[in-house]
Nanobody
């Protein structure tokens, strides 16, 4: 079992920055790929970014490329999502998720463990 806890959300003005954290409770954190997803009211959960278990490779959605960065510190069992130049359309609940895999996973169905989410609200 992997327990994930997100933090760092809040209210931010358009153009501002936030750093989200995803802390994991497992001793084997370094074997899991971690993904970030977000869900706006009335919309489906959508992929934002993912990072391989080793941290060597990352992939971000086109909608946030150049603005969001994903990273991890396996010694701290934590993955980060840096949000820069945020826009009102970035508003939503941000979730992190974990999966043990050899393949890239971009769908929520591809992840086994989820956090409870953290709210990000971007004001215009």
């Amino acid at each position: 079992q992997v327990q994930l806890v997100e933090s760092g959300g809040g209210l931010v003005q358009a153009g501002g920055s936030l750093r989200l954290s995803c802390a994991a409770s497992t001793r084997t954190f370094s074997i899991y790929d971690i993904g970030w997803f977000r869900q706006a009211p009335g919309k489906e959960r959508e992929f934002v970014a993912t990072i391989r278990a080793s941290g060597a490779s990352t992939y971000v959605a086109e909608s946030v490329k150049g603005r969001f960065t994903i990273s991890r510190d396996n010694a701290k069992n934590t993955v980060y999502l840096q949000l820069n130049s945020v826009k009102p359309e970035d508003t939503g609940v941000y979730y992190c998720a974990a999966v043990r895999t050899t393949l890239w996973r971009f769908s929520p169905d591809g992840y086994d463990y989820w956090g409870q989410g953290t709210q990000v609200t971007v004001s215009s």
